[in-house]
């Protein structure tokens, strides 16, 4: 065993007799402990002894002092002493001693008993001999003795394949240690680390511990210290620390294939073809310590493709060179990995043909338009591919329905040329011709024709066609080879004002009827084509007045001013000093008037003139239209009717019965109502009072009775029937009119009346 030091020694005084004044001798009883931390015990002793305090010797006969040293379970002891007390005065005489060993709980806590001291004496000597009774119990001093090292880690969270220093802080150097490791998700420790410990251990943690964590990137591991003493087990310390995956613990990749995807083209070109290929992708990859892959993407030509799965198939690859391919995984621990590869495609464009035209020409390839030859130029290209590429190059003539191939290449991928062909091609019919240049993936096709020679008017051979300036292709029609163009006239010199485009006769006849529709502009700058319409209906009369003038334009309108009986004058506003024109005229009833161009120019129009309306006006603003504008410019002197303006100073609301919730009113159309201010009256306001609260007494005041005219008529006349009344106060307030208008901005309402 190995017992530690003594604690200090605790002396309580447990008797004293005095003489003369003077103390005579006393009675201690003193006590200590020591431990012994690997046996787990305390020893504690108790001494008793006597003092003698005088200056001379003095004796006690047949005096005995007992002491007993008792534990709870029954471990007791007992001593006597007899003897005189000791001279010379000061000198200390040992009365009784003895000690007692206890062993604490398991967990080094005391276990409970009391280690107390008794002591009496007995016999009889001096006077002054001590009769005493003393009990001292001695256990709350006792501390718990040291057991289950405390062990402690220099750091609580550390990357795998670092190291984590463990100290024991053992009690005792008799204290060996055994140290286990688990991570927290396993229910068994198995076997210890390492065992014989002593103050501390350096634990290598390896970077293997990931795979206990594959779908996390730190976790919790639990170190046991267990504190032993020879072979028995003291007690044990649970540790938690935190390991972290180290960042260099990623997934891996191990190839990323490339093949061609799209079928047919490997095996034409042993390549990949720029707009044609598509990329079959396959990424080999594995996870790291545990981990496993849970994603894949690939980016190639500018897209990225993502999934579960370790294959992709591209869309049609645009680029051509070198075209990086870059594979990512990502693993369950949320860690990525890239690897990227490069693949060549060769450049590729589908076939072009730039030039093909076909004109008539002599045998001999002079152009001309009354040739029975065809002279065809062309230019076509086809990439090479590295000389793998199909090609071939066709000039087809069409034969009815059916192409018919009239000159082929198929040993060159370009060629810029031309070709004759005699035909003879007829000159009153039209040929055609067309191109086409393909390759192992597409083709290319263009169009050209020879016309038949120029005819200014042509019959059909039918006897029911005609043409003009082609040959008519004899299809029951009438045919134009020719631009066609309308009457029209340039404006005479001068600027802005009015143009006079028209000159318009009407028959002298009752009940004439007749129509008259154009084109017409008003300059360069206003590049709008407006319609003029202009309908006589005469009735009887022999004179008639235009009964529509209408315009699709109503900024630009036309304007009629009769010149004469049965004449009258068509203007328009001409724009700066740019062409003004009319074309396109078609007449309805030819007998019914008759008319003429004219190219006048006037600074302003003749009196009495019409204005022409807005064609749409009527369906657009029927008789009882509403507009609001915010200038003050009638709508009639733009778009025609007669509009008046209405409405002032009012609100607009919908015709019919309303109900705002509580109340229906009904409205009627251009019905008025309502108010901009308003006073309330008493039956407006809601129900309240003012109250005056007045004494009440049954009593005459004295000084204030009926025989006090000037305190009478100072004083309110009240019933005295109760202990207080009330009466209304005097009226306040004026009774002046609010505004009860709503906000508003203020416009111009027009209505149509005609």
């Known amino acids: 065993m190995a017992w530690g030091a ?37 020893q504690v002793e108790m001494i008793s002894l006597r003092f003698n ?10 005096a005995t002092i007992h002491g007993r040293c008792s534990l709870a379970n029954n471990d007791s002891a007992e001593k006597t002493c007899s003897n005189n007390m000791p001279s010379p005065p000061g000198s200390v005489t040992l009365a009784v001693n003895h000690t007692v060993t206890v062993t604490h709980n398991t967990d080094g806590s005391w276990p409970g008993h009391q280690v107390a001291w008794m002591l009496w004496v007995t016999g009889s000597g001096d006077p002054i001999q001590p009769n005493i009774r003393s009990f001292q119990c001695i256990t709350t001093n006792i501390p718990k003795i040291p057991r289950t090292s405390p062990a402690t880690v220099n750091v609580s969270t550390q990357t795998m394949g670092s190291a984590i220093v463990i100290t024991t802080h053992r009690a005792s150097t008799a204290y060996t240690h055994e140290i286990y490791v688990k991570y927290s998700g396993d229910s068994s420790w198995g076997a210890f680390l390492v065992s014989g410990v002593n103050d501390t251990y350096t634990w290598n943690t390896g970077v293997s511990l990931a795979s206990k964590i594959p779908n996390a990137s730190s976790g919790v591991w639990n ?51 720029q707009g044609r290929s598509t990329f079959k992708v396959t990424v080999a990859a594995a996870g790291n310590q545990g981990s496993t892959i849970k994603s894949y993407s690939v980016k190639a030509d500018g ?28 693993d369950s621990r949320g860690r990525t990995a890239s690897k990227t590869v490069s693949v060549a495609v060769s450049a590729y464009s589908s076939p072009s043909i730039p030039t093909f035209k076909a004109v008539r020409c002599t045998s001999t390839g002079v152009e001309s338009e009354d040739g029975t030859a065809v002279k065809i130029s062309f230019n076509f290209a086809i990439a090479a591919m ?14 009815g329905n059916t192409w018919t191939d009239i000159y082929t290449i198929t040993d060159s991928y370009s060629t810029n040329s031309s070709i004759i062909k005699t035909g003879p091609f007829s ?16 083709s290319a096709t263009v169009y050209s024709d020879i016309a038949p020679s120029f005819a200014l008017i042509n ?23 020719l631009p066609i163009e309308h009457a029209h006239i340039t404006s005479a010199s001068g600027s802005n004002g009015y143009l006079k485009i ?18 017409y502009h008003c300059g360069a700058r206003n590049m709008a084509f407006a319609t003029g319409k202009i309908v006589i209906n005469g009735g009887n009369t022999t004179d008639p007045q235009p009964a529509v003038i209408t315009t699709d334009d109503p900024d630009n309108p036309i304007y009629l001013a009769k010149e004469s009986a049965n004449t009258w004058g068509v203007y328009v506003p001409k724009a700066g000093s740019e062409q003004a024109a009319v074309f396109d005229v078609v007449q309805y009833r030819i007998g019914g008037m008759s008319w003429n161009f004219a190219n006048v120019q006037v600074a302003s129009l003749p009196s009495g003139y019409i204005k022409a309306r807005w064609e749409y006006l009527n369906a657009m603003c029927p008789v009882g239209h509403v507009e609001a504008t915010v200038d003050n410019v009638n709508p009639g002197t733009r778009i025609g009717g007669t509009w008046v303006q209405f409405g002032q100073g009012r609100c607009l609301v919908g015709v019919g019965t309303g109900n705002d919730g509580s109340t229906s009113m009904t409205f009627t159309s251009l019905g008025t109502g309502g108010n901009y201010n308003r006073s309330l009256a008493i039956a407006n306001l809601p129900a309240h009072q003012h109250v005056m609260n007045i004494y009440a007494s049954g009593n005459e005041a004295s000084g204030y009775g009926l025989t006090q005219t000037a305190g009478f008529k100072e004083r309110p006349m009240i019933n005295a029937g109760g202990n207080s009344n009330a009466w209304k106060s005097n009226s306040v307030g004026s009774g002046s009119a609010f505004s009860i208008c709503q906000p508003w901005i203020g416009v111009y309402l027009w209505r149509r009346t005609a």
């Open 6 to 42: 003594w604690s200090q020694t605790f002396s309580p005084e447990v008797w004293s007799a005095s003489q003369w004044g003077t103390k005579y001798y006393s009675i201690t009883l003193n006590w200590r402990y020591r431990q012994d931390i690997a046996a787990n015990q305390t």
């Open 53 to 62: 305090t005088l200056t001379s010797a003095r004796g006690i006969h047949a």
């Open 223 to 273: 170190i046991l210290v267990r504190t032993k003493s020879g072979s028995t087990i003291i007690g044990d310390k649970i540790i938690n620390v935190t390991l972290n995956v180290p960042s260099t613990i990623v997934p891996s990749i191990s190839s990323v294939a490339v093949a061609e995807a799209t079928t047919g083209i490997a095996a034409q070109f042993a390549a990949y073809v």
């Open 303 to 330: 897209k990225t493709y993502s999934g579960n799965s370790n294959v992709f198939t591209t869309q049609v690859i645009n680029g051509s060179g070198s075209i990086s391919v870059v594979a990512t995984v990502t």
């Open 386 to 399: 590295g000389n793998k590429n199909s090609r071939s190059f066709k000039i087809q003539q069409l034969n």
């Open 427 to 442: 000159v009153d019919s039209k040929f055609s011709f067309r191109a086409v240049a393909a390759d192992f993936f597409t």
């Open 459 to 481: 019959f059909g051979s039918s006897g029911k066609s005609i043409a003009f300036g082609m040959v008519s292709s004899n299809n029951k029609s009438m045919q134009f080879g």
């Open 502 to 519: 028209l000159t318009i006769k009407t028959q002298a006849a009752a009940w004439n009827y007749a129509g008259l529709e154009f084109k």
